[in-house]
Antibody, heavy 124, light 113 residues
């Protein structure tokens, strides 16, 4: 069974940075694309970005939503079965539960496994 | 960006009755070379992450009860719950994965009448 566990959430002041981690088990981590989504309180689902597997190659391997482009970096460490979401210059509107997900494969982004989510609250 | 619109926003259905949720994309999500529609459906219960129900518009994920079915092609899609059970109370989302940015509909809340 695939298990994805997010960590690193919490309360952070506007303008500060935060890094979320997503540690996976029950899968060959290096074979899969990982995506981050978020859900503001009482709202719908928003894609943040994804990182494809190294087998995909360099072109368009990492993509971000326009709403976070330039403030967010997604990376992965296959040796640790962990993906990261580095968020900088946080705004109050970044307050949300952040989910790590596994995609069908590098090309087909249905999300068949989701973590339980990490709550990020941006407030002074 | 592909805009995905769901209707209705909410619906109340009696136990054992049919529930139908509609999803419309602003452009076709059908890849003609493969005849596949790049659309998925999810169920989200309170306090839980979403759960994948359907992908390729009509392929049921392993373990999903067969009362859930997806249909449609191009820009218009439907999720049908054939006989509503109490445990089906949730918010349902459709999502297109034809193009980045990946986008979701606004969700449909299903309740018991």
């Amino acid at each position: 069974e695939v298990d994805l566990v997010e960590s690193g959430g919490g309360l952070v002041q506007p303008g500060r940075s935060l890094r979320l981690s997503c540690t996976a088990s029950g899968l060959t981590f290096e074979d899969y694309a990982l995506s981050w989504f978020r859900q503001a309180p009482g709202k719908g689902l928003e894609w943040v970005g994804f990182i494809r597997s190294k087998a995909y190659g360099a072109g368009e391997a990492i993509q971000y939503a326009a709403s976070v482009q330039g403030r967010v970096t997604i990376s992965r460490d296959d040796s640790k079965s962990t993906a990261y979401l580095q968020m900088n210059s946080l705004k109050t509107e970044d307050t949300a539960v952040y989910y790590c997900t596994r995609s069908g494969d590098d090309y087909n982004f249905w999300l068949d496994s989701w973590g339980q989510g990490a709550l990020v609250t941006v407030s002074s | 960006d592909i805009v995905v619109t769901q209707s209705p926003d909410s619906l109340a259905v009696s136990l054992g009755e049919r529930a139908t949720i509609n999803c419309k994309s602003s452009q076709s999500v059908l890849l003609r070379s493969s005849s596949k529609n790049y659309l998925a459906w999810y169920q989200q219960k309170p306090g839980q992450p979403p759960k994948l129900l359907i992908y390729w518009a009509s392929t049921r994920e392993s373990g999903v009860p067969d009362r859930f079915s997806g249909s449609g092609s191009g820009t218009d899609f439907t999720l049908t719950i054939s006989t509503l059970q109490a445990e089906d109370v949730a918010v349902y989302y459709c999502q297109q994965y034809y193009l980045a940015p990946l986008t979701f509909g606004g969700g449909t809340k299903v309740e018991i009448k």
